[in-house]
């Protein structure tokens, strides 16, 4: 330590003296002394500038500070002095410089005091050091002086050994990196991607542990091809995702997909496979229908379209729907797999899970709209007023199924279907007006060639059994299934929705062509004869009358009562209520036309079996009749809008005027229960025209059902009218009613005549009945109504009979009202009914020659609306006959007068 201070102090004094000692040129101006030396060493501003005055540049270490200050130097510098004094300066600074460093070494006297004990210390560690390695060159020197040449070829041999085996460990290495190019490459045509992936990194780890040999640089780049053919694979099997989902390999894709850290990118390019396979495989569909026309590959989709031949639009229909439905059903398994607990999604972020789900429901309203933007342009490309009414429901059946998968597919009925139901909006409205004014010429065409024979079908006869409404017991079926398990159209059992099966178009197999057998009938109504139960009050004894049986309709052994043009009617009206559950838009305009069918087949059956006087017997039936004519009956001038069908015209074949036949009973009985069974029908679809019809238009729907339906039945007593009317020869009984002289003076025991006149005309009338019967049974309350309307009319003429008497007596009287009991007793024979219709006017007419002229005052004024005046005037000749008093008379003839001009 003191020698190195001493080294510092005698390199500080030998460095001023060199200064001193050093030989100065001095001039006048430049006159440097020791003491000026002693002077300037001592002055810190002055070393303070000097220091300043230093280039820096020759403490940066990088150059020679004495080749840079001879650079420095001018070239052709002569002046001694001045090079002296440049001198001067540059020693100056040098000493300051060399001062300066003195002094640092001085503050950190006790740091350089630490750093050179260790410095002495490391130099002692040396010389140990030294020693030991002489000590070991000694030994070894001595060891190889001690060994044999063999045992030292030995250990060489195995250092040898040693190294081989490393080297022979890194070529199998090697040798199973090459080879895993092959295993890679099986496990990509296995589509084990994840594996694949997971091999390929272990790979590349490899790789770089062994990046020092060439075939191994070589490697690293074929796996990076790899690992961009894993990408590409993977992209092509998600692809085919999209049209034919399976759960393991979509597995394995998102766990690739996850591992390569790139599931997000996927569910982005997801949406542009499913996208892709939207538009190609419906390309290719429609393109394989309409290949036969040598359209052109490149030709545009919507032009494509238009050349699909209509005999195959259907069919290319129902697969391009089938088409969809199978990319729609695998988008939505690939949204269930990723709500499912899984084990892919359980390796996932919350973010990513979040992410993938958000994506997946933000993209179903994308494919739908993409389904549509496709089945639009095809709905499009033809003209479907032209099509068969099947085949136009079909369509609409496809249509609306598409909608209904649509709903499900979304999640949601309210979806925008706009770009479907608007192109068959129009196109259906067009073709309604057109179907229904083509059925409505049939209709018109059947009811003029109708014969109305009746139609044998088997009493297990539905409208359910009718090709036409098959739709509404499938409908019935799907309904009954729902409840029972939870039907969807993108459950794993489902098979797609757009294709037609047979089932919908079977055999009808409701017609009975076979001999009825009378098994089933009421063994009293076998009887050819009918017990009189009845006491004859002269004879005192049971009688037996000769009566004919009466085939009744039987509902479980006989088929309801139709004829040909009933069963189209009933099938244009389920071909009506099949397009009305197809197109909901025009259900109304449906219902409307629906409607008119009915009205024009009951204003039909009026037309040829009413009676004429409607009017007066059944005021709210005329008027339907007339708003019927007034609305679709053809008129001298066409309506502008809406229907107008011509009036229908009874067949020259059916002859109404025969009274063998009863004036057309069977054709009566068969038209006018064929409606009632129309109307019946009408029933049962009550719920489903409910359920189709809008809100606001049910009013109209009611009021169908209210009015025009409960009309169409009562239309029976207008028809039936016709027959009663005529079937007994009523003026020849009136005739001898005519003849009876009433003026007598002693009771009778026996009836007249005319009685038993009417009791043969009942007779004959139900051996007629009898005979329509064998060709169509007949409704208990339908031979019930003929009965009545036939009794009727045979009070009628006892009232006329009674009232053109104009004299009678007391016994008279009595005569009258015994033949009419008679005729009461005689009539429980035929027909079972109570009250007996017109029984109790007569009897009232009866009674009222009985009144006294102040009684009889009252009962005119009270019964006048019952009887003509005729009757009335008949009451008061033969009453006030006994007062005669010929101002009474007069008197009440001027009320009846009065009355009647009231009335």
């Not at 479907?420 to 007006?433: C, H, K």
């Not at 020259?652 to 109307?679: P, Y």
């Not at 169409?712 to 009136?734: F, I, Q």
């Not at 009836?751 to 009942?762: D, R, W």
Request: charged letters at 25%.
């Amino acid at each position: 330590m003191d020698k190195i201070r001493s080294l510092i102090n005698t390199h500080q004094q030998k460095s001023i003296d060199s200064i001193e000692d050093e030989p100065i040129l001095l001039d006048e101006k430049n006159i440097s002394t020791k003491k000026d030396w002693e002077d300037h060493k001592d002055d810190p501003e002055e070393r303070e500038q000097v220091m300043k005055g230093i280039d820096k540049i020759l403490f940066t270490g990088d150059i020679d500070p004495s080749f840079k200050l001879l650079q420095e130097l001018p070239e052709n510098e002569t002046d001694l002095i001045a090079l002296e004094e440049k001198r001067r300066q540059m020693r100056l600074q040098h000493y300051f410089v060399g001062r300066k460093l003195t002094d640092e070494l001085l503050n950190k006297k006790e740091e350089f005091n630490t750093e050179l004990d260790r410095v002495i210390e490391l130099e002692q560690d040396l010389q140990k050091t030294f020693a030991v390695t002489v000590d070991i060159r000694f030994s070894v020197k001595q060891a190889k002086l001690g060994l044999t040449d063999g045992a030292i070829t030995l250990l060489g041999y195995y250092s040898q050994r040693q190294r081989l085996i490393a080297l022979l460990n890194t070529l199998k290495t090697i040798k199973i990196l090459h080879k895993t190019d092959e295993r890679l490459r099986e496990l990509i045509d296995k589509e084990d991607f994840p594996g694949a992936i997971q091999l390929c990194r272990d790979c590349q780890h490899a790789a770089v542990t062994y990046r020092q040999y060439t075939c191994i640089q070589d490697l690293n780049s074929k796996l990076k091809d790899t690992a961009v053919l894993i990408e590409e694979k993977l992209d092509e099997v998600l692809s085919v995702m999209c049209i034919n989902f399976d759960h393991d390999r979509y597995s394995k894709i998102t766990t690739a997909y996850l591992l390569l850290g790139k599931l997000q990118s996927a569910m982005d390019q997801l949406h542009m496979h499913f996208t892709s396979a939207i538009h190609s495989r419906t390309y290719e569909t429609v393109y394989r229908y309409a290949s036969n026309t040598s359209v052109d590959q490149k030709i545009q989709y919507e032009d494509l379209c238009r050349c699909v031949p209509p005999e195959l639009y259907i069919e290319c229909l129902s697969n391009v729907l089938t088409t969809l439905w199978g990319i729609m059903s695998s988008y939505q398994k690939m949204l269930s797999y990723h709500y499912s607990d899984n084990s892919c999604d359980e390796k996932l972020s919350q973010f990513d899970k979040n992410y993938v789900q958000q994506k997946l429901q933000l993209g179903l309203a994308r494919i739908w709209q993409d389904v549509q933007n496709k089945v639009n342009p095809y709905l499009t490309s033809q003209d479907l007023s032209q099509f068969q009414f099947d085949d136009f429901i079909k369509v609409l059946d496809l249509v609306n199924r598409l909608i209904q998968v649509g709903q499900e597919f979304c999640g949601t009925p309210n979806i925008p279907c706009d770009l479907l139901r608007e192109p068959l909006r129009a196109q259906s409205v067009q073709y309604f007006r057109r179907y229904h004014t083509s059925r409505t010429e049939e209709l018109y065409m059947f009811l003029n060639m109708e014969l109305w024979e009746l139609l044998p079908v088997k009493p297990t006869f539905t409208t359910l059994q009718l090709n036409e409404f098959r739709f509404m017991a499938t409908k019935n079926n799907a309904k009954q299934k729902l409840n029972e398990i939870d039907k969807s159209y993108f459950s794993e059992k489902t098979s797609s929705p757009f294709i037609f099966s047979d089932e919908n178009v079977m055999e009808e197999s409701f017609f009975d062509f076979q001999e009825d057998s009378d098994s089933d009938v009421n063994e009293e109504l076998k009887q050819d004869f009918v017990e009189d139960g009845t006491n004859d009050n002269d004879k005192g004894n049971k009688r037996k009358k000769m009566t004919s049986k009466v085939t009744f309709h039987n509902s479980s052994r006989d088929g309801p009562i139709l004829t040909n043009t009933t069963l189209n009617v009933l099938r244009y009206i389920g071909k009506y209520m099949l397009m009305m559950d197809s197109l909901k838009p025009i259900a109304f305009d449906v219902l409307l036309s629906m409607s008119q069918l009915f009205e024009y087949y009951m204003y039909a059956v009026y037309m040829f079996f009413g009676s004429t006087n409607v009017e007066s017997s059944n005021p709210r039936l005329a008027q339907l009749l007339l708003k019927i004519q007034s609305s679709i009956i053809l008129a001298d001038e066409p309506r502008p809008s809406g229907i107008n069908i011509p009036p229908p015209q009874v067949s020259d074949l059916i002859n109404l005027h025969d009274a063998q036949n009863l004036f057309g009973l069977k054709e009566r009985l068969i038209a006018t229960e064929s409606l009632v069974f129309l109307a019946s029908q009408f029933d049962l679809w009550k719920e489903y025209l409910d359920n189709q019809i809008p809100g606001d238009k049910l009013n109209f729907l009611n009021q169908f059902y209210n009015q025009t339906l409960p009309l169409s039945r009562e239309l029976r007593e207008a028809v039936y009218s016709g027959v009663a009317a005529k079937a007994m020869s009523y003026s020849a009984v009136l005739q001898l009613m005519g003849n009876v002289k009433w003026e007598i003076k002693e009771l009778m025991s026996e009836p007249n005549s005319y009685v038993y006149v009417m009791l043969q005309e009942m007779e004959a009338m139900q051996q007629k009945i009898s005979v329509v019967s064998t060709f169509v049974p007949i409704p208990v309350e339908v031979y019930q109504m003929i009965w009545s309307l036939s009794i009727n009319e045979l009070c009628q003429v006892f009232l006329e009979g009674f009232g053109s008497a104009r004299k009678c007596t007391h016994e008279g009287r009595a005569w009258m009202q015994l033949d009419f009991q008679q005729f009461i007793v005689q009539v429980d024979k035929f027909i079972s009914i109570k009250p007996i219709p017109g029984k109790d006017l007569v009897e009232n007419f009866i009674k009222a020659y009985y009144l006294t002229e102040t009684d009889l005052e009252q009962w005119l004024r009270e019964n006048y609306m019952s009887y003509t005046s005729k009757q009335l005037n008949s009451v008061i000749n033969c009453t006030t006959g006994q007062f005669s008093k010929m101002m009474q008379r007069s008197r009440l003839s001027g009320i009846v007068d009065e009355l009647m001009k009231k009335s």
